[in-house]
């Protein structure tokens, strides 16, 4: 399946794409994060934030938790894995929040391996230039496609 780019100019153009992507989002989906430091996976998750009509200033990576949670009218459960190893995470109960009641978004998703789940929306952040982020984005799992094509076809009109 060929994944959806958009060309980020600017930190507010990723939020204003994530802002938008979150319409399609529903309670129990999973959005996985992929880019390296600085690539503007929290950006991602504030524009998230912003979509859901809640504050984005409330966004900050969960560095001494596992995750935050942002309580709007659907929950955002913000995990990053930066520290963690697949291992041990086990037994934390993780999995309460993955396809629970709100939406998940986590960055460093390569950390999950083989706890990666089968179905979620992949989000690929690279660096081109100082300000300037591309953005792939696309699903894995059957159940997603149709919100997918949506999304392309709205991105397009
Ligand atoms: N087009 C852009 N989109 C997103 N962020 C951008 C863009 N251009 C510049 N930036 C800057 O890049 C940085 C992205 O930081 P952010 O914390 O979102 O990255 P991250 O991928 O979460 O990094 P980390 O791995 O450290 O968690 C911010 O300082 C932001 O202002
Ligand atoms: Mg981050």
């Not at 399609?24 to 999973?30: K, T």
């Not at 230039?129 to 149709?146: A, K, M, P, Y």
């Amino acid at each position: 399946m060929k994944p959806l780019k958009f060309v980020s100019k600017s930190y507010e153009d990723t939020l204003a794409f994530s802002a938008r992507l979150v319409r399609e989002l529903r309670r129990a989906d999973v959005v996985c994060l992929y880019g390296e430091l600085g690539a503007g996976k929290t950006a991602f998750v504030k524009g998230l934030v912003k979509g859901l009509k809640m504050d984005p200033l409330k966004v900050h990576s969960p560095t001494f938790t596992l995750m935050n949670i942002y309580k709007g009218k659907i929950p955002l459960y913000h995990f990053d894995l930066y520290r963690i190893k697949a291992d041990d995470l086990f037994g934390l109960g993780y999995e309460e929040y993955f396809y629970g009641a709100g939406i998940t978004a986590i960055e460093w998703s390569e950390r999950l391996e083989h706890l990666l789940p089968k179905v979620f929306w992949k989000i690929e952040l690279r660096h081109a230039g100082e300000d300037e982020r591309h953005i792939l984005i696309s699903v894995e799992g059957d159940t997603l496609q149709e919100r997918f094509d949506a999304f392309v076809k709205d991105s397009h009109s």
